[in-house]
Each structure stands twice: as C-alpha cells, then as structure tokens.
C-alpha cells in the first residue's frame, strides 16, 4: 500500500508537527505565476487549517488565489514552498504516483462544469472513476447517492437530458462514490442560478454530515458561503482574517 509510509503517529508525521484533529493543514503556503516579466504571488504565505467533518467557505476576490489554494489541497498542483498535510498525510513530500493515488482515494473535486462523459448515463458517470480505479462501486452506496441527490429516476438518462441543476448533482455523486476523506468544491455553484445553488450545496452539506466528510467550498456567493460552519477570506494570496470567522449555522 502507497500510503503506508505515512501511516505513523501524527506527532512524528512532517518534522514533528502534530495535525490532530486537523484533517487539512497549510503551513507557509506560497506559489507564484511568472508570465513573461510579470511574476503574481497567488499563495503568499497561507496558513490554513481544517478541522475534521467542517464546512468551509472560501471567499475572496477574482484573482485572490482561492483555486490556487483549492489545487494545492488536492494534490492537483505542487506550492513553491510550505507544507500541505491532508488526513495525515504530507502532500508536499509526494511523488506524482502517490498524488495521483491521493486525488483518486482521499478527495472528491467538484468543479463549476460538470465534466461529465456525454456517452455514458447518469449511473456509469457516478463509477466510472471507481471502475477506472479498479474498484467494484459499492451499488447500495450509489443507489443511496442517487436518492439523496434526487437523481434516482434520471440514473439511466444521459447528461443532455437533465439540467445544470441534475448534472451537478450527478458530479456530486461522482465524488462522493469513492467515500473521500475531504470534498473540495471550486465555484460549484457558478452555472446554476439562486434556487439550483442553495439546493446543490444544501444536499453536498447534508451528504458531507451523513458521510462524515470535510467540505471545502470556494465561491463568489455570500449567501452560499454563509451555508458553511466558517468562512474564510483571502486576499492577495493572504488569509485576511486569520482563522475565519463562523458563519454560526
Ligand atoms: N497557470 C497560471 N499561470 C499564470 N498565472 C496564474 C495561473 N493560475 C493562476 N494564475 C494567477 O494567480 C492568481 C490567482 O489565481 P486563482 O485562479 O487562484 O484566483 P481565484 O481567486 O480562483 O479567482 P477566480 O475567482 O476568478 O476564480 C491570479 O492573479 C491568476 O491570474
Ligand atoms: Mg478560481
């Protein structure tokens, strides 16, 4: 098993920083884009933290560096510098092969499109992943998924035949399916309009609760972002207010 090599007392883990009860964990995060002479800090030293089963909303600015962080926390892109520890695990010490395995295994994306294979139905898009994976998808889970998000009766209907609203509940699905330990959702919301947005994150809440998972979700969208237990804000690649604040629901 990949992950062995990780799997030792917390305290010991990433030079003796302990990450209990921190299931993500940013230590002087920093990434910066050169492009031409123009170089951008988009991470300019962020540290973050995570507790586990906790809903965070990150807010800020077009260009504040909020997909940036969202990659960085799921081994999507490597920070120039700092520490990124997920459920134990250092994700700045991982090779590509073991990234990969951590992507597949420990987080569920959910982007603003759907991403979903227009060939194949609603239920062999939820599995795919899995089956790509090599591993037989739990039907019992996926039958739940289904009912949970609302999707049961469009299971064998292709994705041109449902709605923003449908497709993004079935990339919830997609995600959920491999029971990942942290959601990470990047504008979810940002091709549904107000009604669609609550009822999509108000489920992705409720799946995350009953499945005991961590969401993250970024977003433009105060209402949205006050759905969270916290809301944390960057600015300029900075966490601008700390630890956040909580949104008290
Ligand atoms: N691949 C890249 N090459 C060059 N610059 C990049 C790249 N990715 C991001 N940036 C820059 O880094 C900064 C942060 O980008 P990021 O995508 O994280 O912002 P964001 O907060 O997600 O914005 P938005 O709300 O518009 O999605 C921006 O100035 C952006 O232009
Ligand atoms: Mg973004």
Same mark, same amino acid.
């Given at each position: ?42 991470? =300019?030293?962020?540290? &973050?933290?995570? #507790? ?7 807010? !800020?600015?077009? @260009?504040?560096?909020? %997909? ?55 239920? =062999?898009?939820?599995? &795919?992943?899995? #089956? ?7 039907? !019992?889970?996926? @039958?739940?998924?289904? %009912? ?102």
């Amino acid at each position: 098993m990949i992950f062995q090599g990780y799997d030792i007392p917390s305290e010991q883990r990433n030079g003796g920083i302990a990450v209990e009860h921190a299931i993500v964990k940013t230590i002087s995060l920093k990434k910066q884009y050169k492009t031409g002479t123009q170089t951008v800090a988009a991470l =300019d030293g962020v540290d &973050f933290e995570v #507790k586990e089963r906790e809903f965070v909303s990150i807010i !800020g600015k077009s @260009g504040c560096g909020k %997909s940036t962080l969202l990659h960085m926390l799921g081994g999507l892109d490597k920070p120039d510098s700092g520490t990124v520890v997920v459920d134990g695990m250092n994700l700045s010490e991982m090779d590509e092969e073991e990234l990969a395995l951590f992507r597949r295994r420990k987080a569920g994306f959910v982007f603003q499109q759907y991403n979903l294979i227009p060939d194949l139905d609603v239920c =062999d898009n939820i599995t &795919f992943p899995l #089956k790509l994976d090599g591993v037989r998808p739990d039907e !019992g889970l996926v @039958g739940e998924l289904l %009912s949970s998000l609302h999707i049961a009766d469009k299971a064998q209907m292709f994705p041109a035949m449902l709605s923003g609203g449908e497709q993004q509940r079935v990339a919830i699905a997609r995600a959920l399916a491999a029971r990942p330990a942290i959601i990470l959702a990047d504008e979810p919301t940002g091709s549904l309009d107000t009604l669609a947005s609550h009822d999509v994150i108000g489920l992705l809440k409720v799946m995350a609760k009953k499945y005991q998972q961590t969401l993250i979700v970024v977003t433009h969208d105060l209402d949205i972002a006050q759905m969270a237990d916290r809301i944390v804000r960057l600015k300029d690649g900075k966490l601008w207010n700390g630890g956040g604040f909580y949104a008290g629901k």
